[in-house]
């Protein structure tokens, strides 16, 4: 199976590189930590029974995929060295996956390109790719109230017919539904509030999850 990838439309231009390594990073040696039972169950079966076979392939231990092979006559030193290999590659896997998009203005115009670019890269991938092997990708849109004032600035401008407007807003939501309809895709679209809300957004929205920012006492 094709590991999913993550696009972020980083609108905010909030993303650090940094901290979003040290995140990745956190969370693939908790759940190698979290493993570390099993292998070294493993690990003793296989000595037992005295086989190099690796009875882990399939199992998941930072992602889909990533197996865990240990070898029955491997001394600690060389299975540490082999682990923290494993450890080094399943990061740079997770890391390899994730795509931050930062259009250089605030308009809707640049994320209709991108939206574009991607459905004909996935639409050049599915005639190479199994269709049921293939793993949906999400697309992460931070954040949907950044262009807020701009646009409602943009449709309030009088045009010739009965176009809505010169913000290019509802040409961006329906390249959105052209790839959801096209590919296996998830959308998750972050906002800091309700203004300015699009009809065709809501209409998209199967799930809502509101987020409070906890305060240490």
Same mark, same amino acid.
């Given at each position: 199976?094709?590991?999913?990838?993550?696009?972020?439309?980083?609108?905010?231009?909030?993303?650090?590189?940094?901290?979003?390594?040290?995140?990745?990073?956190?969370?693939?040696?908790?759940?190698?930590?979290?493993?570390?039972?099993?292998?070294?169950?493993?690990?003793?079966?296989?000595?037992?029974?005295?086989?190099?076979?690796?009875?882990?392939?399939?199992?998941?231990?930072?992602?889909?995929?990533?197996?865990?092979?240990?070898?029955?006559?491997? =001394?600690?030193?060389?299975?540490?060295?082999?682990?923290?290999?494993?450890?080094?590659?399943?990061?740079?896997?997770?890391?390899?996956?994730?795509?931050?998009?930062?259009?250089?203005?605030?308009?809707?115009?640049?994320?209709?390109?991108?939206?574009?670019?991607?459905? +004909?890269?996935?639409?050049?991938?599915?005639?190479?790719?199994?269709?049921? +092997?293939?793993?949906?990708?999400?697309?992460?849109?931070?954040?949907?109230?950044?262009?807020?004032?701009?646009?409602?600035? +943009?449709?309030?401008?009088?045009?010739?017919?009965? +176009?809505? =407007?010169?913000?290019?807003?509802?040409?961006?939501?329906?390249?959105?539904?052209?790839?959801?309809?096209?590919?296996?895709?998830?959308?998750? =679209?972050?906002?800091?509030?309700?203004? =300015?809300?699009?009809?065709?957004?809501?209409?998209?929205?199967?799930?809502?999850?509101?987020?409070?920012?906890?305060?240490?006492?």
């Amino acid at each position: 199976m094709v590991e999913p990838r993550i696009i972020v439309l980083d609108i905010d231009h909030c993303f650090n590189p940094i901290k979003l390594m040290l995140a990745v990073r956190e969370a693939v040696l908790r759940r190698f930590h979290e493993t570390s039972v099993a292998r070294k169950w493993v690990t003793g079966l296989m000595a037992a029974s005295d086989t190099r076979a690796s009875i882990l392939e399939g199992t998941t231990m930072a992602e889909e995929g990533f197996c865990m092979q240990l070898d029955d006559d491997d =001394g600690d030193n060389d299975v540490s060295a082999r682990e923290k290999k494993m450890i080094d590659h399943a990061i740079a896997s997770c890391l390899g996956r994730i795509n931050i998009v930062q259009p250089k203005d605030f308009t809707y115009l640049a994320l209709v390109a991108t939206l574009e670019s991607l459905r +004909q890269s996935l639409d050049q991938e599915s005639k190479h790719t199994n269709h049921a +092997q293939a793993a949906p990708t999400m697309i992460m849109i931070d954040s949907i109230s950044t262009l807020d004032a701009s646009t409602q600035y +943009q449709e309030s401008l009088p045009t010739k017919g009965s +176009q809505s =407007g010169l913000s290019d807003r509802n040409e961006f939501y329906r390249q959105l539904i052209r790839l959801r309809d096209s590919h296996q895709v998830a959308i998750i =679209g972050t906002s800091l509030t309700t203004a =300015g809300r699009c009809s065709i957004w809501d209409k998209m929205i199967t799930h809502r999850v509101s987020m409070r920012k906890r305060i240490n006492d």
